[in-house]
């Protein structure tokens, strides 16, 4: 779901409070809007924000300088592990609905929009709050 760029996007610029805090709300707003199990997407959502402020304050990914490469990089493996992962965890609880649809097409989509749209969105967050993505 692309929905989950925004908690890595916040992951990388803000606090880790406030990147845990953005990606659980933002899993509340799709666990209380879709019908899979209640709490996967909240979990999912602070992972991926915990994630990507791991990434940053160990220096994989800079906002200001490093390799060209490294942010569609990232933002194409997250693209493809969070649905994955997603539908991993409704099977662990027994929720074969999200095994419906086209888990690798889903994958696909976001792993390309993850890779194209993760350096701006961050680049744009960065630039709105003023936050560099060193606080850790």
Do not use: K
């Not at 906002?63 to 965890?89: C, R």
């Not at 609880?93 to 095994?99: C, H």
């Not at 419906?100 to 929009?113: E, T």
Request: contains cysteine; proline residues 7%.
């Amino acid at each position: 779901m692309l929905v989950w760029l925004w908690p890595f996007c916040v992951g990388l610029v803000a606090p880790p409070s406030i990147a845990m805090t953005t990606g659980g709300l933002v899993g509340l707003y799709i666990d209380l809007h879709v019908t899979t199990p209640f709490g996967l997407d909240v979990l999912l959502g602070v992972a991926i924000a915990y994630l990507a402020n791991r990434l940053m304050h160990h220096n994989v990914i800079e906002l200001s300088g490093g390799a060209p490469w490294v942010f569609p990089a990232v933002g194409a493996a997250v693209g493809v592990g969070a649905p994955l992962v997603f539908v991993l965890l409704a099977t662990i609880v027994f929720d074969l609905g999200p095994w419906s649809g086209s888990v690798l097409a889903s994958m696909l989509v976001n792993g390309v929009v993850f890779a194209l749209l993760l350096w701006p969105l961050t680049r744009a967050l960065a630039a709105l709050t003023g936050h560099t993505g060193r606080a850790a």
